[in-house]
């Protein structure tokens, strides 16, 4: 059964970056059927779409954070990882790792980690 | 930026039948945009409901169905029971890898 962990920790400070982890067990990441994505929601309020990469380590981020955002893989641990650089407040959030089917057959967020809270605050 | 519209609240009877719907602000929603939902309950992680429009994923029940209706992806709950008030979001494949979430849906069963 596969399973999705995220870690990290909770509390950056405004302007540094944010580093979260999602370790994956009872499979592989690199299966060419699937991204593997972060996803986030604030305090209060809905899902966003943070970005997704692929077993070939292609990237697809929200373009509303591309310039601040970066994911990564380490097929060798079987994990992926976000970095969030120059957070602020409004970087606070529920972080949630997801294994992101890309197929013909469906482009859906198919199971999802937990979640990890980030607050930002000095 | 795209937009993804849902109702922000909608409530329903217990045994009744309710639609949620996800529209673009601007065009179309049709099957080529893979729907697909989530549901989530306070302090926990979202569950998978439906996607590929109308494909329920594992161990959801039938009286959630998924359609276009219109010019939009919907989820249809009939027969809704207590522990279906939830909130809902929907989300759309924009291409390029690009996936949008809606605002979300407070669903009310009284």
């Known amino acids: 059964q596969l399973q999705l962990q995220e870690s990290g920790p909770g509390l950056v400070k405004p302007s540094e970056t944010l580093s979260l982890t999602c370790n994956v067990s009872?499979?592989?990441?690199?299966?060419?059927?699937?991204?593997w994505a972060w996803i986030r929601q604030p305090p209060g309020k809905g899902l966003e779409w943070v970005g997704s990469i692929s077993y070939g380590e292609n990237t697809y981020y929200n373009p509303s954070l591309r310039s601040r955002i970066s994911i990564s893989a380490d097929t060798s641990k079987n994990r992926f990882s976000l970095k969030v650089m120059s957070v602020t407040a409004a970087d606070t959030a529920v972080y949630y790792c997801?294994?992101?089917?890309?197929?013909?057959?469906?482009?859906?967020?198919?199971?999802w980690g937990r979640g990890t809270l980030v607050t930002v605050s000095s | 930026q795209t937009v993804v519209t849902q109702e922000p609240s909608v409530s329903v009877s217990p045994g009744g039948t309710v639609t949620l719907t996800c529209g673009l602000r601007s065009g179309s929603v049709s099957t080529s945009y893979h729907p697909s939902w989530y549901q989530q309950t306070p302090g926990q992680a979202p569950r998978t409901l439906m996607y590929?429009?109308?494909t329920r994923s594992s161990g959801v029940p039938d009286r959630f169905s998924g359609s276009i209706l219109g010019n939009k992806a919907a989820l249809t709950i009939t027969g809704a029971q207590a522990d279906d008030e939830s909130d809902y979001y929907c989300v759309l494949y924009m291409g390029s890898g690009i996936s949008v979430f809606g605002g979300g849906t407070t669903l009310t069963v009284l």
């Open positions: 997801a294994r992101h089917h890309t197929t013909l057959a469906g482009r859906y967020f198919g199971l």
């Open positions: 590929n429009t109308n």
């Open positions: 009872g499979g592989s990441i690199t299966s060419s059927s699937y991204y």
